[in-house]
């Protein structure tokens, strides 16, 4: 059930993006700035990461919320076309818990916390519209997001899974090349199996993040 409300949510934002594609196109007909073209910037962000639990193949998953960072470089030719290239870290921590027949944690049963990092590397599609000193985007790529536990744990593994992005934002420009960069990104993806004890769950993981940064203009 969790898994289909994910998918549910990642199809709802990709529409949204196509409906602020489609607005951006019909304003694009009566706005036209010619110092907007070719706009390239780069920017550094702070987020914060928020995963729900996940559960199967006898496995409650549940991931720790934590803080991150993201750095962008971005390239717009026009309203309709634009391009951007990511990195980003965060903690990662990921607590997993046996279960039995009763579907819940039960008894004695102990969890495994795995304490690991996570970094993610994306490339993604842009649509954004200039109004005033204000520029409102919307977003959608994937990439690749490794987690690897930190030195010192028994019994872990490395995981490295495929993972699909989508988000939505505003630039507001406070000087001709420096503002603020105000956006959500939500990353969908397998959860990530880093004991040998217990396996994941192997269902699929949305994480949410919301962020606050800055970019420069070039």
Same mark, same amino acid.
């Given at each position: 059930?969790? %898994?289909?409300?994910?998918?549910?949510?990642?199809?709802?934002?990709?529409?949204?993006?196509?409906?602020?594609?489609?607005?951006?196109?019909?304003? !694009?007909a009566q706005v036209h700035e010619v110092g907007?073209?070719?706009?390239?910037?780069?920017?550094?962000?702070? #987020?914060?990461?928020?995963?729900?639990?996940?559960?199967?193949?006898? +496995?409650?998953?549940?991931?720790?919320?934590?803080?991150?960072?993201l750095v962008e470089i971005r390239h717009i030719?026009?309203?309709? +076309?634009?391009?951007?290239?990511?990195?980003?870290?965060?903690?990662?921590?990921?607590?997993?818990?046996?279960?039995? !027949?009763?579907?819940?944690?039960?008894? !004695?049963?102990?969890?495994?916390?795995?304490?690991?990092?996570?970094?993610? +590397?994306?490339?993604?599609?842009?649509?954004?519209?200039?109004?005033?000193?204000?520029?409102?985007?919307?977003?959608?790529?994937?990439?690749?997001?490794?987690?690897?536990?930190?030195?010192?744990?028994? #019994?872990?593994?490395?995981?490295?899974?495929?993972?699909?992005v989508y988000g939505a934002g505003l630039d507001?420009?406070?000087?001709?090349?420096?503002?603020?960069?105000?956006?959500?990104?939500?990353?969908?993806?397998?959860?990530?199996?880093?004991?040998?004890?217990?396996?994941?769950? %192997?269902?699929?993981?949305?994480?949410?993040?919301?962020?606050?940064?800055? #970019?420069?203009?070039?």
């Amino acid at each position: 059930m969790q %898994n289909r409300r994910m998918i549910r949510l990642f199809h709802t934002a990709l529409l949204a993006m196509i409906l602020i594609a489609t607005a951006s196109t019909l304003a !694009n007909a009566q706005v036209h700035e010619v110092g907007e073209l070719g706009r390239t910037d780069v920017a550094l962000s702070l #987020y914060g990461s928020f995963s729900g639990t996940t559960t199967g193949n006898g +496995v409650q998953q549940s991931p720790a919320n934590s803080a991150g960072g993201l750095v962008e470089i971005r390239h717009i030719a026009n309203p309709l +076309v634009g391009f951007e290239g990511t990195y980003s870290f965060n903690r990662d921590n990921q607590t997993y818990t046996p279960l039995i !027949n009763c579907g819940l944690p039960c008894g !004695n049963i102990t969890s495994n916390t795995i304490k690991a990092d996570a970094h993610e +590397v994306t490339a993604d599609y842009l649509a954004s519209l200039k109004v005033l000193n204000l520029r409102p985007f919307a977003l959608a790529g994937g990439g690749l997001l490794f987690n690897q536990p930190t030195s010192g744990q028994a #019994y872990t593994s490395s995981a490295t899974k495929g993972v699909l992005v989508y988000g939505a934002g505003l630039d507001w420009g406070l000087f001709p090349h420096i503002g603020l960069r105000l956006q959500y990104r939500g990353n969908l993806y397998r959860a990530p199996d880093l004991t040998t004890v217990y396996g994941s769950s %192997n269902a699929f993981v949305h994480t949410s993040e919301p962020m606050l940064g800055v #970019y420069l203009r070039l």
